[in-house]
């Protein structure tokens, strides 16, 4: 036969864990459980830190005093400005995730 069974229960359980629920979650099920808390902690350091500063930035681009008459409008500007300011911090991060 092939993949699963070659691959073993437990193993594969642990791959859906950490593919589809959290990347370290299979380390825990597996019982190595220091690996899986580093593996979960730099995840969400890797993800959260960029998106924050992310929205930080879109709400200091924001005209202060300023309408802009159409959401849409004001959307994309904010948008824009704030990836402007956060791009290569944002890549950099998602680039450590998929190596991680």
Same mark, same amino acid.
């Given at each position: 036969m092939g993949g699963?069974?070659?691959l073993g229960k437990e193993k594969f359980v642990a791959l859906l864990l950490s593919g589809? /629920?959290?990347?370290g979650a299979g380390q825990i099920y *597996?019982? &190595?459980k220091l690996?899986?808390?580093? !593996? !979960?902690?730099s995840t969400l350091v890797l993800f959260l830190y960029p998106v924050i500063l992310f929205f930080?930035?879109?709400i &200091?681009?924001?005209p202060a005093g300023q309408q802009l008459d159409d959401v849409m409008v004001r959307t994309?500007? *904010?948008l824009s400005t704030g990836w402007a300011a956060?791009?290569? *911090? /944002?890549i950099n991060c998602f680039i450590a995730l998929l190596l991680l």
């Open positions: 699963v069974m070659e589809l /629920i959290c990347p *597996l019982g &190595r690996k899986g808390v580093l !593996i !979960i902690l930080v930035s879109v &200091r681009a924001a994309v500007y *904010l956060q791009a290569n *911090l /944002i």
